[in-house]
Nanobody, 118 residues
Framework: QVQLVESGGGSVQAGGSLRLSCAAS?????MAWFRQAPGKEREGVAR????SATYADSVDDRFTISNAKNTVALQMNSLKPEDTAMYYC??????????????????WGQGTQVTVSS
C-alpha cells in the first residue's frame, strides 16, 4: 500500500504559477498527475518514470513534472482558467506506454484544488 499526500494547490490569477508536490509513503517507479474539473472526466496531466516524462498535449509547454525517489512535483506556469481542477497525485510500480490513463494507476492521493481566475 502507498499513501500519497498532495500539497501546493491554491488560487491564482491567469498567467500565474503554482508548484504542486506529492509525497509518497514508499518508493514507486511511476508517478503521475491527473486532474478533474467539475462535470468532467478525470484526465491525465503528466507522468514520470525514472527520467522519462510524458505530458498531455494541452499542458506540455507550460507544465513540468519532476521526481525524487519518493516525491513528484508539478511546476505549472502560465496558468489558464481551464486549468482549474482538483489535481490528484497517482502512483504505480511501473509505467505503461501510451496515453495517460487513470486505470493504469493503483494508488491515489486525496487531491489538491487549483483555481485559476481570469
Amino acid at each position: 500500500q502507498v499513501q500519497l499526500v498532495e500539497s501546493g494547490g491554491g488560487s491564482v490569477q491567469a498567467g500565474g504559477s503554482l508548484r504542486l508536490s506529492c509525497a509518497a509513503s514508499r518508493y514507486t517507479y511511476c508517478m503521475a498527475w491527473f486532474r478533474q474539473a467539475p462535470g468532467k472526466e478525470r484526465e491525465g496531466v503528466a507522468r514520470i518514470g525514472g527520467n522519462s516524462a510524458t505530458y498531455a498535449d494541452s499542458v506540455d509547454d507550460r507544465f513540468t513534472i519532476s521526481n525524487a525517489k519518493n516525491t513528484v512535483a508539478l511546476q505549472m506556469n502560465s496558468l489558464k482558467p481551464e486549468d482549474t481542477a482538483m489535481y490528484y497525485c497517482a502512483a504505480e510500480t511501473y509505467c505503461r506506454a501510451g496515453p495517460l490513463r487513470a486505470a493504469d494507476f493503483g494508488y491515489w492521493g486525496q487531491g489538491t484544488q487549483v483555481t485559476v481566475s481570469s
